[in-house]
């Protein structure tokens, strides 16, 4: 296949006249710039062609509960009132369900210009806790959905084996969660059995939860038992598990990890709001990426995250859609830089020294996604697989921009309507903005709500 476009951010920069030719692997075997378009070219006429982000961090099934937590509880509604609603939720969800709204959720990150997910899966178990007859069953689920729907994957199983950083046994919803080390090996062997059936890029990394979940031992034990690929954790992200952590532990969050676990570019740190100065420049020189979900993180009141200080000692990051609660690369992207002007009351934080918001923005969730999801993409050139998307250059927003002002433009002023098309390792799909499959998907979503609304 040969893509043909006007204009194209390539791996040089902006380039004019751009073919990209891609092998029938899905990677992109040649990139030639200010040649003429020939009989063979799929000529991308009015759009701009751009390297498409990774979203690095999604649970799937919190879509369904998107608009249902938003009515104030009695006394201070927070983080933790939410998590109880969202356990009392996923006790309706068989696999079936996950499957469907995983395909539904994987469908609206495509649209809107995502081109693989890393999937931070940890409903594993039936209510009650009890195993299915294949432990990895929900797992399988994500699986196929994301075959379904053609989006890149990297599949985070997670472990879960206590309920806080006292060492409490699981209760109610976290029920679903748990494993020990030897039952989350189980799991693993049969996820990666799934995805050596699955698309050559599809990869298996681990997720354990979070520091409160996983105890010291057992942490050291599954990642020590995995050499190699991505390893995702939650950590800091709620002053309450700060206070936990330091308590319990004599040391800060991100600082124990540090000084505990061999963290490397293969960690990927998600939400890291809260840390000292001293726990910012550690994590940012580890070489870790920092998972950024600011949708998410706005919804939960999180708080913000010390981007120039992060980016001021080297440090990379990507961004997420969490919660799914609302999905939308450009308003991700728009949302963290204007939560960083109201913390710091300035105007153009996330660029270093000079010159466009948006691109740098852009490109540093390309580079740290992909490395968070040890996915050979983020650029525009020969070797990468070809995650593509590309923008409407006729639409009026877009209608006089050159180069760096139009991703200023789609990020700041513009929304996910200008996405038109997106191919995930050369696969096509999204056409016209619109997914494939997307009636069939959005039928099967909507057959779903309504059996949940109904066991209500």
Request: glycine share 10%; net charge negative; proline share 3%.
């Amino acid at each position: 296949m040969k893509l043909f476009a006007e204009l194209a951010l390539t791996s040089t920069g902006w380039e004019k006249n751009v073919r990209v030719t891609i092998d029938e692997r899905g990677c992109i075997a040649a990139v030639e710039s200010g040649i003429e378009a020939n009989g063979e070219d799929q000529q991308l006429k009015g759009r701009i062609l751009l390297p498409a982000l990774a979203n690095l961090h999604s649970h799937a099934f919190q879509r369904a509960m998107a608009g249902l937590t938003e009515q104030r509880l009695t006394g201070r509604d927070s983080f933790w009132s939410w998590r109880e609603l969202m356990y009392r939720f996923l006790e309706r969800l068989t696999p079936e369900h996950i499957e469907a709204i995983a395909a539904l959720v994987f469908m609206e990150m495509l649209e809107c210009g995502y081109a693989s997910v890393g999937e931070f899966h940890y409903v594993h178990h039936q209510v009650g806790g009890t195993h299915h007859d294949n432990i990895a069953e929900t797992s399988l689920r994500a699986i196929a959905a994301a075959q379904q729907t053609g989006i890149g994957l990297t599949h985070l199983p997670v472990f879960y084996m206590q309920g806080g950083v006292d060492g409490k046994a699981l209760a109610g919803g976290q029920l679903r969660f748990g494993n020990s080390p030897d039952e989350f090996a189980h799991l693993l062997e049969q996820a990666q059995a799934a995805l050596s059936k699955a698309p050559e890029d599809y990869v298996l990394g681990i997720a354990p939860h979070s520091l409160r979940a996983a105890a010291p031992e057992a942490l050291a034990t599954i990642t020590d038992a995995r050499p190699s690929g991505p390893i995702h954790i939650h950590i800091a992200e709620q002053v309450k598990e700060v206070e936990e952590l330091q308590e319990s532990y004599g040391a800060r969050p991100v600082e124990w990890l540090l000084h505990n676990r061999p963290v490397d570019a293969r960690w990927c740190l998600i939400h890291a709001t809260h840390m000292t100065p001293e726990e910012t420049a550690a994590f940012a020189k580890s070489g870790a990426v920092a998972g950024l979900c600011p949708i998410t993180e706005a919804n939960l009141g999180d708080g913000i995250f010390d981007g120039p200080r992060f980016l001021a000692s080297g440090g990379k990051y990507g961004v997420g859609s969490d919660s799914n609660v609302r999905i939308s690369l450009a308003e991700e992207l728009r949302l963290l830089e204007y939560g960083q002007r109201l913390a710091q009351q300035a105007r153009n934080v996330l660029v270093p020294e000079s010159g466009s918001v948006g691109r740098a923005l852009y490109e540093s969730a390309l580079a740290g996604g992909a490395q968070a999801l040890a996915r050979n993409s983020g650029r525009i050139e020969a070797g990468r697989w070809a995650d593509l998307l590309t923008l409407d250059a006729e639409s009026l927003l877009m209608w006089g921009c050159a180069e760096d002002e139009i991703l200023d433009r789609w990020i700041f002023a513009g929304d996910d309507s200008l996405v038109r098309e997106v191919w995930s390792a050369g696969r096509a799909v999204v056409e016209n903005g619109r997914h494939v499959q997307h009636e069939q998907i959005a039928r099967r979503y909507r057959f779903v709500i309504q059996e949940l609304q109904e066991g209500e």
